[in-house]
């Protein structure tokens, strides 16, 4: 699709990247690397040496950036994660339900869980239930939360800890941008990066004994 619209001469800006093309774009992007890296660091830092991802679809650049901000706040610390220990799939609450069992049933078994969106969540703390484990005695976690009004982290049994970004603040930018890029205010491929939130509650402790 960038490709596409690269090619019509129209106004255009993207929500989010895309790698793997040989000409510039603009676009408006969050710090996804950087994002799920501070989450990770944080739960290296609560002592947890087992974490795991449950991602979105790997073809996707903000799931390939999240899993590499993962990785490198372990290696920071001499840890790795395991291929076992990352689901990337369809971002739906019976995947992350279906993720969080297998990871949660293997031996071996995280402490820790990175979660890409608020609606696998719901699927996370499921399984945890289900299990007959608790959250954060059991289990840590941190989800995305792209602030959506109707799927509030702090609503959750256990006020859940999230990176998070506002898609609506995101979308008017976006908006600003276009009207602009329309009237010829702004011009060339100049993306736009989000820093993006840690927004720590009751879901993460310090791993257990």
């Known amino acids: 699709r960038v490709a596409l619209v690269n090619t019509l001469g129209i106004p255009f800006i993207i929500h989010g990247r895309s790698e793997g093309f040989d000409f510039d774009y603009p676009y408006l992007d969050i710090d996804n690397e950087g994002a799920f890296h501070e989450a990770a660091r944080l739960l290296v830092q609560l002592g947890h040496r087992r974490l795991a991802l449950i991602n979105g679809d790997d073809r996707e650049t903000f799931a390939v950036h999240r899993e590499r901000g993962v990785r490198r706040a372990l290696a920071a610390s001499g840890l790795t994660l395991g291929d076992r220990h990352v689901c990337s799939v369809a971002m739906t609450e019976e995947n992350g339900y279906r993720a969080a069992r297998r990871l949660l049933e293997q031996d071996g078994a995280p402490t820790a869980i990175a979660c890409s969106s608020l609606i696998m969540a719901l699927g996370v703390v499921r399984a945890v239930r289900d299990l007959g484990l ?76």
């Open 134 to 209: 608790s959250i954060p005695g059991d289990i840590s976690l941190i989800a995305h939360d792209d602030v959506f009004p109707w799927l509030k982290p702090e609503n959750f049994s256990v006020p859940l800890s999230t990176t998070r970004s506002s898609i609506r603040l995101a979308g008017a930018r976006i908006a600003e941008r276009l009207a602009a890029r329309i009237s010829g205010l702004e011009e060339g491929p100049r993306g736009e990066v989000w820093p993006v939130d840690l927004v720590i509650r009751g879901s993460v402790a310090g791993a257990p004994a």
